[in-house]
């Protein structure tokens, strides 16, 4: 499935949701009590018995409530669809899950807490429902702030760094260790996300900058960015969609192919093609440098995108006066 989706749901006038799709996977989370089952219920409701529920429902695409004792052969039969599953239902933590949504043409919103370490969603589609009368709307968890930048305190975090880390082992990891091989700052690679947050963990007394890619770091955004609020003296935490997706956005790689996929990537993500943002921006750069010499590379680099002028250009994106 392509796209982004409005979806709106009532029921009279007692209560109302309205809210926007974007991507495969979408979390909402937050506090007990605050309409997420009631949702949930009345798209139960709607399923059930439609218009005569007294629930409206209104949306491009069919809106499923995924039950808990035969949810896999819900999904065998369920596709181009917006796919909801209550809190609380175990299965979602599981390989089996994690695996019918890889290549899925669903969308899925997921009302849980867990942190679900086996599905790559991003920090942007972690919501919690917002409530002003009868009405509720999803609001993102953790807002962006300047230079690609998330945390819980709006104030800008601190200055000075003396190790920059990044998730990436690849491409990224040789882009930072270039860029600053003439300076001070010490580059490590976490090798992994999960690899990044124990080095945090184990390194928070270090004035540290950290780099991993947004678009498949949902399951770790709340344990980072409250060692980095915990720590905001000594550690900032920097969450670009991803390394291509940083290339592509300065302005060292454009063209009209990519100005398109930038201003609307939903339109152009395939969630049965593409696990997250970070594959779509990874294979689009590789289409579209093909046979120049920009031509990327996961593996190696290209060296052109560490000279000095490009090199500034990405750097520009994340800065925000607190690295050089």
């Known amino acids: 499935m392509v796209g982004s989706y409005r979806v709106k749901v009532s029921q009279g006038r007692r209560v109302s949701f309205e809210f926007e799709v974007r991507r495969n996977i979408t979390l909402v989370g937050g506090d007990s009590g605050t309409g997420k089952t009631t949702l949930y219920n009345m798209i139960v409701d709607y399923m059930r018995e439609g218009n005569q529920s007294g629930v409206s429902l209104q949306c491009e695409r069919p809106c499923v409530a995924l039950a808990d004792h035969d949810w896999q052969y819900q999904l ?10 209550d809190e609380g239902r175990k299965f979602v933590e599981s390989e089996d899950f994690a695996r019918a949504v890889r290549g ?4 899925y919103v997921l009302f849980t807490r867990t942190d679900l370490p086996n599905l790559p969603f991003s920090i942007k589609e972690i919501y919690e429902i917002k409530t002003s009368g009868k009405h509720h709307t999803f609001e993102p968890l953790y807002p962006q ?37 003439d300076s001070d700052l010490v580059c490590e690679t976490g090798k992994s996300n999960s690899g990044l947050l124990k080095w945090l963990d184990a390194n928070a007394d270090k004035r540290v900058f950290a780099i991993a890619d947004g678009a498949a770091f949902g399951a770790y955004a709340q344990k980072a960015l409250r060692l ?31 100005k398109k996929a930038l201003e609307d990537p939903s339109s152009f993500v395939d969630s049965s093609e593409y696990e997250s ?3 779509f921006f990874c294979s689009l750069l590789k289409r579209e440098t093909t046979g120049t010499s920009f031509a ?21 994106l994340i800065a925000c006066r607190n690295i050089n």
């Open 145 to 181: 702030r300047r230079g690609c930048r998330f945390s819980f305190s709006p104030s800008d975090p601190m200055h000075d760094f003396d190790i920059l880390i990044v998730e990436d082992s690849k491409s990224g990891y040789q882009f930072f260790e270039t860029r600053f091989s």
């Open 76 to 85: 065998s039969k369920t596709s181009n669809s917006i796919v909801f599953i």
């Open 104 to 107: 899925s043409s669903n969308y």
């Open 277 to 279: 943002w970070e594959q």
């Open 296 to 316: 990327y590379q996961k593996n190696k680099l290209a060296g052109v995108y560490v000279n000095a002028e490009n090199a500034d250009k990405v750097m520009a």
């Open 228 to 258: 980095q609020d915990e720590h905001r003296s000594s550690m900032a935490i920097c969450l670009p969609e991803s390394f291509e997706w940083l290339l592509m956005a300065s302005g060292v790689v454009r063209n009209d192919a990519i």
